[in-house]
């Protein structure tokens, strides 16, 4: 340990309780903070990708064309059809009171019995063009039956806004964004205004189904109170399994109190900075709260086995030494991958991505720093061993033996490629976009959701959206040759299976030129010339009021729309459409005075959306892998075999959630796509817990297979603890009302427990087969690595493999010739009287020289029951014993045996000779108190 290290080290241990109290103050202001100015709140707007031209379109041109924020009303008759004086009634009060709703934009309201729908007839006199039904309803039988013949002959009416059994109308109703937006009316008032326009109905035989963005939103904040409750549910859940796995109060209560600071440190901060909390973003909270349990899970465990020789305040130092390297590398890997989502241009994913490096960068005060802290002060142990823990054992032991075994690792590392190219093939079949009709926040057998099935059983083409003409130019719409292009793309699309129907001011013009033929079908078509294209269009505007034709043409003409029915709003639908409709404006006349432009609507901002996650998902995953690589290659020594070494468990545990949601149907959305980002950095730190052990195991026994036994019996059973405590835990979200939790409980239990196994199995055989120099670098003799039955001989090709090799095969060649391998150490007036020096040796292990009356000594420099260097400690060269500076146990330098607990197991010592002014090491280590080798002469 440097200096610096022990000067931060003692600092931070020595103003312990002033940094305990600083912390907790500190998260209780952040606390207060967030409770009073934390926003819980969703909305459409935030779905927006920047600087996306659909996204440019549908801002321009929602508030005119149509918005994001609209509802789609099914007013169906149980018996009979429609066309009831009653029931006809009930449809325009039903429409009246939908126009008063908060933030209802009347233009955007369209109903059998609203003004813009009308009706077109002509006589020798004039033509008359008025509403279907608007302001009145019909009264008598005679009135009943005309109307009913009107919409059988409306193309436009029948099958779009009357279903073509005529037993059900839909009212369809478009909100200010706006005024949404700004927060002059929220969703849930919105729901309760429709609730009651639809509870209003006095007519039994009348039922209604709604659905909708704002009906949705405001389903998903009702859920809030149940998500709550089960969350509570599963925090009890947790603490019973903390207490089952760790035995003690302190091993129960100090994860979850880091989770609960680390949970108020981020609320606190995202209240500061003026960030929404979105309520769906819930199980990714929960998920970035388990990372922070199962930090601190491995804390709480090492503690205790440390407190079995230390006192408290040496064993929590020595937990933090220990695990510092794993648990920062593991918050490292966390951080940046959910930092990624920065990139992805979406608010959302932006938001959560804020709110994630906050409170995942808070883990570094509430986990790594303040539970040594707290630990040090602790008076009792922290663990007790459960009976069930005995099964434990022998299953990790169980499984070092196996592992360790005849082809055990190479077995597992088979097993594993096999398993990573079937799931990625399986993975290829994964959607982007919602993989079913309607919601997936919900269940199928939700009302929503029913609701969506039941209106697409009469209307298929409820999901709504528009592309804009822009004609540049004031009139453009009214030119014959813009009119023709609309009317062709129209027949065009009508072709796509995904598209149910189109409408444009073409579909207006048409009927009115038959009409004036007389009815005469032959006519039913666009006129060539522009004088007659304008008396037409004249007529329709001097027959409609304001606003009616608002949604085909902007007041000027320079701009029209063309609104597509899509059959649902599912990934596939979504590309095939847009595909269709780039293909079809590929295809229009370079001179058209006008440019078709890809589109409005929710079903075009969720288009726009789908493309931004499939632009990124790939570099995202490069990003995620390339931190990875980079964290490990820094935090190693700037390994590269580090860097890669970690990768594989990765990608297993990525591979195979893939190819779980691909075979579940579940998409890769906005919703999903968080917890897939932290999915990728989570559970390595499994892998990083295990790697370090084995690294401290190995300074201690150069046997592998020893090392990777001793690993999988210590770190390996926190992982089981962790890992099966967050996987129990999170699968009670499978209880949670919305499917989206339910969901991405399934994956981050899956994802936990594929990557634990990985930790347990994958690891360790990746580190038997290819042994690599950042694990094993550091041990006495290099060939004592392979005593693995089925390790491979030869080490990972790399920086430093030759050289260490080279001096095993040397130390080898020279004992068989009766004279051990020589290495020179140090001159002798560099060796202090009364401290140690320490030396690094050529194969990177560490030693340290002591001089004692009898002469010079060599010993490993870390202490047998840590980290700490010897050469920093306390040496009296009188007795030959050496202080370790961080629990006090002492060792004889000149026998390497222990001589004053705690500590009980000896070092290895080595042979020094002395030639001149130089020292010499032999490379092969004594037993520890072994008499001293007579001296030898160095070979020349």
Not at 872 to 896: I, M, S
């Amino acid at each position: 340990m440097s200096s610096l290290a022990r000067l931060v080290l003692d600092g931070l241990f020595g103003w312990r309780r002033v940094f305990r109290l600083g912390i907790v103050t500190l998260a209780m202001v952040m606390g207060v903070v967030a409770w009073n100015r934390l926003q819980v709140s969703s909305g459409p707007e935030q779905l927006y990708p920047l600087d996306h031209s659909t996204i440019s379109v549908h801002q321009q041109f929602a508030q005119t064309f149509g918005s994001t924020n609209s509802l789609v009303v099914m007013f169906r008759v149980r018996e009979g059809d429609l066309f009831d004086a009653d029931v006809l009634r009930e449809l325009a009060a039903l429409t009246r009171r939908l126009e008063s709703v908060p933030a209802v934009d009347p233009y955007q309201v369209v109903s059998l019995a609203s003004r813009k729908l009308r009706h077109i007839s002509a006589s020798s006199d004039a033509v008359d063009i008025e509403p279907l039904m608007w302001p009145g309803t019909p009264a008598s039988v005679t009135e009943v039956a005309q109307l009913r013949d009107r919409v059988l002959a409306n193309d436009i009416v029948l099958g779009n806004f009357v279903s073509r059994d005529l037993t059900a109308a839909l009212i369809v109703v478009g909100f200010i964004d706006d005024a949404i937006a700004r927060g002059d009316t929220s969703y849930a008032e919105i729901h309760e205004a429709v609730n009651e326009a639809i509870g209003a109905i006095d007519n039994p035989a009348i039922e209604t189904y709604v659905v909708g963005e704002p009906v949705l939103q405001a389903l998903a904040l009702t859920y809030i109170p149940q998500t709550m409750l089960l969350a509570g549910a599963i925090l009890l859940l947790l603490v019973a399994l903390l207490w089952g796995a760790m035995g003690s109060w302190l091993g129960t209560v100090l994860p979850l109190l880091a989770a609960g600071l680390s949970a108020t440190f981020a609320l606190g901060a995202v209240s500061l900075a003026g960030l929404r909390l979105d309520p769906l973003m819930m199980v990714l909270a929960f998920l970035m709260a388990a990372r922070s349990v199962s930090h601190s899970v491995q804390f709480c465990r090492l503690y205790a086995e440390e407190r079995e020789q230390l006192d408290s305040m040496t064993a929590a130092r020595q937990t933090l030494v220990k695990l510092f390297r794993p648990s920062a590398l593991g918050l490292a890997t966390d951080v940046g991958s959910v930092a990624i989502m920065l990139t992805t241009p979406i608010p959302i994913l932006q938001g959560a991505a804020l709110i994630g490096v906050i409170w995942l960068s808070s883990l570094a005060i509430t986990v790594i720093a303040l539970i040594p802290l707290v630990l040090a002060d602790v008076q009792v142990p922290s663990y007790h061993y459960r009976s069930w823990h005995r099964p434990l054992d022998f299953v990790l032991g169980w499984l070092g033996q196996r592992l360790t075994g005849r082809f055990g690792a190479s077995s597992v590392l088979t097993v594993a490629l096999i398993l990573v190219s079937a799931a990625i093939w399986r993975s290829t079949e994964l959607q982007i976009g919602d993989a079913f009709p309607g919601t997936p926040l919900l269940w199928p057998d939700s009302t929503f959701n029913e609701a969506v099935a039941a209106i697409d059983e009469r209307f298929p083409g409820a999901e709504r959206m528009f592309l804009v003409v822009d004609g540049q130019a004031p009139d453009a719409m009214k030119d014959p040759k813009v009119l023709q292009a609309v009317g062709w793309i129209q027949s065009e699309l009508a072709r796509q299976p995904e598209i149910v129907g189109t409408l444009a001011l073409p579909d207006l013009i048409a009927p009115l030129n038959m009409t004036l033929r007389e009815g005469n079908p032959r006519y039913r078509e666009l006129p060539e010339d522009r004088e007659a294209t304008g008396q037409l269009i004249a007529m329709l505007e001097q027959s409609a009021d304001p606003g009616d034709l608002v949604q085909y043409r902007t007041q000027d003409y320079a701009d029209g729309a063309i609104h597509l029915q899509l059959r649902d709003h599912r990934g596939p639908t979504l590309r095939a459409v847009q595909a269709r409709v780039d293909e079809a404006i590929a295809q229009l006349p370079p001179d058209l005075p006008a440019t078709v432009r890809f589109g409005g609507g929710f079903p075009a901002v969720l288009a726009a959306v789908n493309e931004t996650i499939a632009a990124h998902l790939v570099e995202t995953i490069a990003f995620a892998m390339a931190l990875l690589f980079a964290c490990c290659w820094l935090s190693y020594g700037l390994s590269w075999q580090a860097g890669l070494f970690f990768l594989p468990g990765v990608v297993l545990s990525n591979a195979v959630t893939f190819a779980y949601m691909a075979s579940q149907n579940i998409g890769l959305t906005i919703n999903t796509l968080p917890v897939i980002t932290l999915g990728i950095g989570m559970g390595v730190d499994f892998g990083f817990y295990i790697v370090d052990r084995i690294r401290e195991a190995h300074r201690r026994n150069a046997d592998i297979a020893a090392a990777v036994r001793e690993a999988l019996q210590t770190a390996g059973k926190g992982v089981v603890i962790t890992g099966s405590t967050i996987i129990v835990s999170v699968s009670l979200w499978q209880l949670s009302a919305l499917r989206f939790q339910a969901e991405m409980g399934v994956l981050i239990a899956l994802w936990m427990a594929v990557a634990a196994t990985a930790a347990l199995t994958v690891i360790p055989a990746l580190a038997l087969v290819f042994q690599p120099d950042f694990i094993f670098a550091g041990a006495a003799e290099p060939l004592a690595r392979n005593a693995c039955a089925d390790c491979s001989r030869r080490r990972t090709p790399g920086a430093g493999t030759l050289r260490p090799l080279w001096e095993a095969v040397r130390s080898r060649l020279s004992s068989r010739l009766g004279r051990p391998a020589l290495q020179p150490l140090c001159a002798v007036e560099a060796v202090p009287i009364a401290a140690g020096k320490p030396i690094d040796l050529s194969d990177g292990h560490r030693v340290a020289v002591f001089r004692t009356e009898e002469g010079f000594h060599v010993v490993d420099d870390l202490c047998t029951h840590g980290t700490a260097s010897l050469s920093e400690g306390d040496y009296d060269p009188a007795t030959g014993h050496v202080e370790c500076p961080w629990h006090g146990g002492r060792f004889d330098v000149r026998t390497g045996l222990p001589v004053a607990p705690p500590v009980k197991l000896p070092l290895r010592r080595y042979d020094v000779i002395q030639q001149g002014d130089a020292l010499f090491i032999s490379l092969s280590p004594q037993p520890a108190g072994a008499p001293a080798s007579a001296p030898m002469r160095a070979a020349s």
